[in-house]
């Protein structure tokens, strides 16, 4: 692996990233072009297709996940519904690991880095006085929630292969990382990464990093990275 490509997946440099402001969000250069032809073709069926969250450094994850391993921010229960109880799950580290990695990659190993990730919304469906704010949790996008009509959506274009390139690798619960519809992937250029992310790569990763639960994560490495980080759904061909 080159160095430019292990700074890539690590999210250590921003090299692959551009901000473009038309969309506002910093993501991977290639994947602004596909993403504003799905906003256009959103604005045709009447949603304001938005990203909430795209490129994520690895300093800006390190800091999310220390922070809630050190229960300075809130850790949702396992179906997304409300926060934890930090010191019951202090009681065992492990459930404490367990339950950050439901919902928060290991810094290093978060498709965020990537920016071919983009968590997305419908800002026409908070932007209105009575509307909640936006929270990307799964009530939000199924049934009658706020979200529910631009996931049915983006659900067709996704079938008919018309998303520009973008699928869903949280689309099902697998039992790892939580049901997340809201996140999108750049395939083309996602997948070329995924395959480039080796096993090897990931504990040395770890190794070299200041995280909290370290030990912990190493001890469980092997299923973290199988159950976690490479347990999507299938990629689209
Ligand atoms: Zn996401």
């Not at 800091?63 to 921010?73: D, H, I, S, V, Y």
């Not at 492990?94 to 439901?102: G, K, S, V």
Request: proline share 5%.
């Amino acid at each position: 692996m080159t160095p430019i490509l292990s700074y890539v997946l690590t999210g250590k440099t921003n090299e692959h990233i551009t901000l473009d402001s038309r969309i506002g969000v910093p993501i991977h250069t290639r994947a602004i072009f596909p993403f504003l032809s799905l906003q256009k073709e959103a604005m045709k069926v009447g949603f304001d297709l938005r990203i909430a969250s795209g490129f994520r450094d690895y300093d800006r994850q390190m800091l999310l996940w220390n922070e809630k391993a050190q229960g300075k921010r809130e850790i949702l229960d396992y179906g997304g519904q409300r926060a934890l109880d930090y010191g019951e799950l202090t009681l065992n580290r492990e459930d404490l690991l367990f339950a950050l990695l439901r919902w928060s990659s290991v810094p290093g190993a978060s498709r965020h880095h990537w920016g071919t990730e983009v968590d997305v919304y419908d800002y026409n469906a908070i932007n209105s006085p009575t509307s909640e704010k936006l929270k990307l949790v799964p009530s939000e996008v199924e049934g009658g929630g706020p979200m529910a009509s631009l996931h049915i959506w983006l659900d067709e274009m996704i079938d008919a292969k018309k998303a520009f390139g973008f699928f869903r690798p949280y689309e099902q619960d697998r039992g790892g990382v939580a049901m997340e519809k809201w996140h999108l992937s750049y395939t083309p250029q996602s997948y070329l990464y995924d395959e480039s992310y080796n096993y090897d790569f990931f504990i040395q990763t770890i190794e070299e990093s200041d995280i909290e639960l370290k030990d912990l994560i190493l001890q469980n490495g092997k299923k973290i990275f199988n159950d976690y980080m490479k347990n999507i759904c299938p990629y689209p061909n």
